[in-house]
């Protein structure tokens, strides 16, 4: 007897329920659903970690180094370069069909770029020196990923976040503004493919949202190519910042600039003053890990509800909008585990054995109503 063709709903079904199989997930995933591009920040980790492959590879189309490509870490001396992590990491991102965000070529904080960097002797190297330094990493970095990473956090955190411009660094120091346009600059040079972002955090709320429209208006009346604006998206439970967030979207849309949402979290602990120079309330605080055993049930509702707002605001602004990424991909590897301080934190879309949590379902449903 002649096998029935397969009709094309039977090979459709047949291909979803494959899917299924593989990934434990449908045919529809994020990456899928949400009329943007959908990234992730993973570690090196994920090298060790193949039950991790099938979540990234089914639900993000981008993903980020997490550290390996942080100036300190690719240059810590000067010449002696790092290449062997991210090396890897890009190599692993092509094998998995995922684009590769490079992270980040000037990281514009004193202690977060390596000391020799700003050094000449023991004065602060002069302007020119820096601009040298900085050409010659920025055209090393891109130019050896040439063609194989698609964007780039140019500049991470440079902005104040009181009442003034720029943030105090040697950076901003030596040179002003101009190390910004410069290093975007050396980067269109070495690979005018990449799509060019300026990074930071807060940048949404309002003084620091007007800082970022002022260096974007004195970026494009130089010229120089910056192609979107990198949020990063680090938010805590009941106080994302949706009418600041909307706000920016609104000012980004009119201006025609692009917007990234660059390391996405909803850290479900307070954080409380962690900032505070109050040596028993750090003492007390590092010891606060109360989710432990689990999040509870009402926290993991409000984070969907939160996470489901945050989505319907980016889906208003899709026309914006060109990738969300999540900094990192489940909760066992979030950062906010050990940042402020050591706790179990369950702050993304995927809990520790990689499951969908009610967030994950909430924002599917923003999507497919
Ligand atoms: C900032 C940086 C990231 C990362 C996070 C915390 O947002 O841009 O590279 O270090 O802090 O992990």
Partial sequence: MKPASPSLGNL?????????????FGAETLKTVVPFSMGVGISDQIFERPQDWPLLTSQFSYVTPENSMKPAAIQAQPGAWSFAVPDHFVEFARAHDLKVVGHCLVWAKDDRTPSWFSKEGDQPASRELLLERMKAHIESVVGRYRGKIA?????????????????DSCWSRACG??????????????DPEAMLIYNDYNNELEGKRQSMIRLIE?????????????????????????EALEKTLQAMRAMKMKVVISELDI??????RWW???GAER??????????????????????????????LFNKYSDTIARVSFWNLHDGQSWLNDFPWKRDNHPLLFDRNGVPKPAYHEVMRVFQP
Wanted: net charge negative.
């Fill in 276 to 278: 505070a120079d109050n």
């Fill in 218 to 242: 004195s970026l494009r009346a130089q010229k120089i190519p910056l192609h979107a604006i990198g949020l990063q998206g680090h938010y805590e439970l009941d106080s994302v910042p949706f």
């Fill in 151 to 167: 964007m780039w956090d140019v500049v991470n955190e440079a902005l104040d976040d009181g009442a003034g411009y720029l943030r």
């Fill in 12 to 24: 459709f079904l047949s291909t979803a329920l494959c899917l299924v199989g593989v990934t434990g």
């Fill in 267 to 272: 850290d479900v602990i307070p954080r409380g």
């Fill in 177 to 190: 503004e101009e190390f910004i346009a410069k290093a975007f600059a050396y980067a269109h040079a070495a």
């Fill in 283 to 312: 003492e007390a605080l590092s010891k606060h890990n109360p989710y432990a055993q689990g999040c509870p049930p009402e926290i993991l509702q409000r984070q969907a509800a939160q996470y489901a707002q945050l989505f319907r």
